[in-house]
């Protein structure tokens, strides 16, 4: 049983139900052009899943035939009394190795760069919980390995790690302020809130997944402060709204030091070292600015309201198209999804050049509705053997993109209606 695919649909609720209380109190909580982003970074992390969470299965399966201490039986985790013992073992082990990943993927730079994506977001809000890396998989899976060397059965583990993760999308808000006394004992929102600041007194603070208990422990807890108002984002801004570039942008950093540096040793050790450590004599011929938080301003490109309203309709075929590789995945397997994907890749890549106000996106996102789609689509009839309704299949292909094609061209040019608002 797929946990996490059961709470997708509740996830996209929650997040309407507090879109809808942000608009009705006029909060100002949403951007649309950073939660697309958001979603687009969670839809590339699930289905390049797809592909690279094999690695952690076979690593943890190898160890647990080989290492296991205890040979214990997935039986014993039954409703009785030790079964539930059990289970909240298992449940309370694995936070405490997510807190330790999770701190170690602020403190190290290699680890860094996969986790920063999740840092991203200069909102905070339910799509900001969506917003994941995809390149995790590289290394997030050595930090359980304890958990199977106990013993626990895999099952029990990927399921006390799907809780985790779900029970770490609700505190993703501004709706909720304060909850007392849970506030020192759970991740709550304002203590998590707190976890995405980059004010100098919040930096690497709150780590915790499940147990806020385990930073006040180690150190490392910090309460939200009335007079020190979150500012959310990190030090280096993205500055644009590629959800394949959030992914890479810190490796970036890190490979143009690492090829700078003059010292071997440097030029290894940086990947490794406290994050933000740069070798001395990178440091001295390439210096990068200071942040000054105090002024920090959201990175909010312009573009026209119409062509927002286009950007939106168009995430809405992504989110049916993602769902429906889900569906493909879970019956046919990853190969099966590859062509899909592709397709889907490539739309969150042309909506986020449409947001980013380039002048050429409206071209590209023309190629991709009339030439990269149908040739995609011909691509995945042949490689997946001939569709059941390949008529009505080459209907919606052909339908979807011709329609949307006319609405792009149908569009003000942006720059005569930006000056009109
Ligand atoms: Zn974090
Ligand atoms: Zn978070």
Redesign the pocket.
Known sequence: MDLIAIAVPFFLLALILELFVDWRKGSGFYRSNDAINSLSAGILSTTTGYFTRLLALVAWSFVLRHFAIIDMQLAWFDLSVRGVLLWVTAALAWDFCYYWF?RF??EISVLWAA?AV??QSEDYNLSTALRQTSTGFLFGWIFYLPLFVVGFPLEVLITVNAVNLIYQFWVHTQVVRRMGVLDRILVTPSNHRV?HAQNERYIDKNYGGMLILWDRFFGTFQDEADDDPVVFGVRKPLANWNPFWANLQVYDYLLFDARKAARWRDKLGIWFRRTGWRPPDVEERFPRKTVDVSRFQKFDPPTSPSQRRYVMAQFGVSIVLALSIAELFARNGAGYVLVPCAVLWLQLYTLGLLNDGRASARRIELLRLLAATPALYALFTVSSGVPSQPALGWAVVIGYSLASALWLLALPRAKSELVMH
């Open positions: 999770h993927s602020h986790h999740h840092h976890h």
